[in-house]
C-alpha cells in the first residue's frame, strides 16, 4: 500500500471552488513534485494536507490512516509536517530555540515535570540542545546559533526554516516553494540538500516554481490548474504532455 | 546574553542579602514595604507569564488576587480551616476560575482580551461588594486569622517578611524553569506565530488555558498571603488601579523579564512610599511608568541593561576593527 492516498479531495470557500477532485497516491521515500499556474490551487493543496485548511470533501489515507479530519497539530504528530510559502519562523526566538521548538512533537516534558526539573526533563533538555545544535551544524546555521531569528538572511531563514522542520522527525514533508527568493548556487545547495533528505527516507512533496528544480528533484510530477488535477506522471511525461505545455505557454501554443 | 551561571550566582547573593535583613536591622515599616513589594512581586512574575511569555493581554489580574484573597479569608473565617490549607486551596479555587474564565476569554484577540478581562476584573468587585452577606460588602472582611503553619506562628513583621521572601524565591524559580523548558517555549512560540506554533503540533489551546490556570493559582496565592497579612480585606483593594499597577510593574521590569518582575515591583512598591509626597500620586506614578516604559525602554530596565553593554562592546568591537583596517592599509 502507498504511503499517502488522496481520493477525491475538494476545498470550496464559500461559491469559489478552489480545489475539485483531487486523486494523488505517492508512495513511501518519493520525492513529489506539485506544479502548476498561480492560482492553480497548490497551496490550497497543501493546507489541506497539512491540516490548515479541513476539505470540503473527500479522503486521504495516510500510511493507512484516514487523517482528513484531524486539526493540524494532529496530523503533525503524525509526522505530516510543512514548510510555508512565506517564511514563519519564531522571529523573536534565537536560531537555536526556532530548532528546539522542532523538538516538541517527540519530547514530553510538561508543566509539571518542567516545575520539578526532574531528572528525566533535564535529560530532555540536554538531548533537545545537543540535536538542535547538531542539526543547524547539518545545515552551516551553527554559527549563528545564538542570533535573532529575524536578524538572518532570507537564504538564511528559508534553511532555518527546513532546520525546524527537520528537527521533528517527519515522515513526509511538505515544502511549499522552497526556492522561492533564493539566488542561483543557493538553489543549488538546496537541490543537494533536498536529495539529501529524501534519502533519510523522508517522503516529499515540494510545490515549486522553478521548474529546473522540480524536473531534476522529482520522482513523479503532479499538475494542478484551475484547481483540478491535468496530468501526472515522471518529469520527462509532463514535459512532453501537450495539456501541460497548453496550460504553460497559452493555448495557441 | 549574560552568563547564566553569573546571572544565578548574583540572585543567590541578592537572595542571602534580603534575607539577613532582619539581622540587621529591625525596623516594621521597612518590612511591611518589603513584605507588599513581596506580594507584588509574585503578582507581577505570575501575569508576566501570560502578558510577557504567552501574549495574552490579560488585564484583570487583581480579580484573581481577590478571589485569592476572599477564598482564603472564607476558608478560614467561616470554614475554620488551617492557614496553610486555606493558603494552598485558595490558589487552587483561584486557578479553577481562571481556567473557567480563560476557555470563553480567549476566543478574544489582543486588545479584545485586554477589555474582556478587565470587564472580568469590574465584575469581582462589583460581586465583592454586593455579595454582602458573604464577603461583608463595601466595608470588607476584618478580622482574618494570622497565619500559623506547622505550629509556628506568623505574626511579627520579621516574620512576615521572611515568609514573604520565601515565596517570592520559590515563585521565581517555579516560572523560570518553566520559562525555559518545553511548555514555555511552547508559549512563546505561541505568542509568536499562533501558525508555525500549530505546525509544530502545539495545541494553542491547552498551552493557553494551563498558562492562565498557572498564573492564576500564583495570583490567589498572592492574596491568600496578602489577606492573612492585613488581617483586613475590601474591594477596593482588587479593583482595577491595581491590575494597572501589576502591569506598570511588569513594563518597568521589562515584558517577559521575570528577574525584571520583581525589580519593577520593589522599585513601584517602594519609590511610592519612601518619597512621603509621592504617595498620594501612586496612580499617576504607573500611568507614567507605562507610558515611559513603552515609548523609552520597551525592553525595561532589566532587559536594557545588558543589551546597552552588548552595543557598547560591539561598537569598540568596530572601532578596534576599524582602527585595524586602517593600519593594515597604512602598512
Known amino acids: 500500500m502507498s504511503l499517502i492516498e488522496i481520493q477525491g479531495i475538494s476545498k470550496s470557500f464559500g461559491g469559489l471552488v478552489a480545489l475539485k477532485d483531487i486523486n494523488m497516491t505517492i508512495e513511501a521515500g518519493e520525492i513529489h513534485g506539485l506544479i502548476g499556474p498561480n492560482g492553480a490551487g497548490k497551496t490550497t493543496l497543501f493546507n489541506v494536507l497539512s491540516g490548515n485548511y479541513i476539505a470540503s470533501s473527500g479522503s486521504f489515507l495516510f500510511d493507512g490512516q484516514e487523517v482528513i479530519h484531524l486539526r493540524n497539530d494532529k496530523r503533525v504528530s503524525l509526522g505530516i509536517v510543512r514548510t510555508f510559502q512565506n517564511i514563519r519562523i519564531f522571529t523573536s526566538m534565537s536560531v537555536l530555540d526556532n530548532v528546539k521548538m522542532g523538538f516538541h512533537r517527540l519530547t514530553f516534558g510538561n508543566w509539571l515535570t518542567s516545575i520539578l526539573a526532574t531528572k528525566k526533563v533535564r535529560n530532555e533538555e540536554e538531548f533537545i540542545e545537543r540535536s538542535s545544535e547538531s542539526i543547524l551544524e547539518k545545515l552551516d546555521l551553527k554559527d549563528l546559533a545564538y542570533e535573532e531569528a529575524k536578524n538572518l538572511s532570507y537564504g538564511d531563514q528559508r534553511r532555518l526554516e527546513i532546520a525546524r522542520a527537520l528537527a521533528m522527525k517527519p515522515r513526509l514533508l511538505l515544502l511549499d516553494e522552497p526556492a522561492a527568493g533564493l539566488n542561483e548556487s543557493e538553489v543549488k545547495k538546496l537541490l543537494e540538500r533536498i536529495r539529501e533528505i529524501s534519502s533519510m527516507g523522508i517522503t516529499i512533496i515540494i510545490v515549486e516554481h522553478d521548474m529546473s528544480l522540480i524536473m531534476s528533484v522529482s520522482d513523479k510530477i503532479t499538475v494542478l490548474a484551475h484547481g483540478q488535477k491535468i496530468a501526472d506522471g515522471t518529469p520527462q511525461e509532463i514535459q512532453s504532455n501537450p495539456r501541460v505545455i497548453a496550460e504553460y505557454l497559452g493555448k495557441g501554443a | ?109 489582543g486588545i479584545f482580551l485586554a477589555i ?216
Do not use: C
Not at chain 2, 2 to 12: H, I, P, Y
Not at chain 2, 91 to 102: E, S, Y
Not at chain 2, 120 to 136: P, Q, S, V, Y
Open chain 2, 1 to 109: 546574553m549574560m552568563n547564566s551561571r553569573r546571572v544565578k550566582l548574583v540572585l543567590l547573593v541578592i537572595g542571602i542579602a534580603l534575607a539577613t535583613i532582619p539581622l540587621a536591622i529591625d525596623n516594621q515599616y521597612v518590612f511591611h514595604v518589603l513584605t507588599m513589594a513581596g506580594i507584588y512581586t509574585v503578582l507581577a512574575i505570575s501575569l508576566n507569564l501570560l502578558i510577557g511569555s504567552a501574549g495574552l493581554f490579560s488585564l484583570g489580574h487583581a480579580a484573581f488576587y481577590g478571589i485569592g484573597a476572599y477564598a482564603s479569608a472564607l476558608l478560614t473565617l467561616k470554614g475554620q480551616m488551617p492557614f496553610l490549607i486555606a493558603f494552598f486551596l485558595s490558589g487552587v479555587i483561584t486557578a479553577v476560575i481562571g481556567g473557567i474564565i480563560a476557555l470563553p476569554a480567549l476566543r478574544l484577540k
Open chain 2, 116 to 331: 474582556g478581562t478587565m470587564g472580568f476584573n469590574e465584575i469581582i468587585r462589583l460581586l465583592a461588594i454586593n455579595l454582602d452577606t458573604l464577603t461583608g460588602g463595601a466595608a470588607g472582611l476584618p478580622g482574618i486569622s494570622t497565619p500559623v503553619i506547622f505550629g509556628m506562628a506568623i505574626s511579627q513583621p520579621r516574620e512576615y517578611y521572611l515568609f514573604a521572601i520565601i515565596f517570592v524565591g520559590i515563585t521565581y524559580v517555579i516560572f523560570q524553569r518553566i520559562i525555559a523548558s518545553r511548555p514555555g517555549r511552547a508559549l512563546l512560540a505561541i505568542q509568536d506565530d499562533e501558525i508555525a506554533a500549530r505546525a509544530m503540533g502545539i495545541n494553542l489551546t491547552n498551552y493557553k488555558v494551563s498558562a492562565f490556570v498557572i498564573s492564576t493559582f500564583f495570583a490567589g496565592l498572592a492574596g491568600s498571603f496578602f489577606a492573612h497579612y492585613l488581617t483586613y480585606i475590601s474591594p477596593d483593594n482588587f479593583g482595577l488601579n491595581e491590575s494597572f499597577a501589576i502591569l506598570a510593574m511588569i513594563a518597568l521590569g521589562g515584558i517577559g523579564n521575570y528577574t525584571g518582575s520583581i525589580v519593577g515591583a520593589l522599585l513601584l512598591v517602594t519609590i511610592p512610599e519612601t518619597i512621603r509626597f509621592l504617595q498620594e500620586y501612586r496612580e499617576l506614578i504607573y500611568g507614567i511608568t507605562i507610558v515611559v516604559i513603552v515609548l523609552v525602554l520597551p525592553e525595561g530596565i532589566v532587559g536594557w541593561y545588558p543589551r546597552f553593554i552588548q552595543r557598547k562592546k560591539l561598537l569598540n568591537n568596530r572601532r578596534l576593527l576599524s582602527t585595524t583596517l586602517h593600519v593594515n592599509k597604512e602598512g
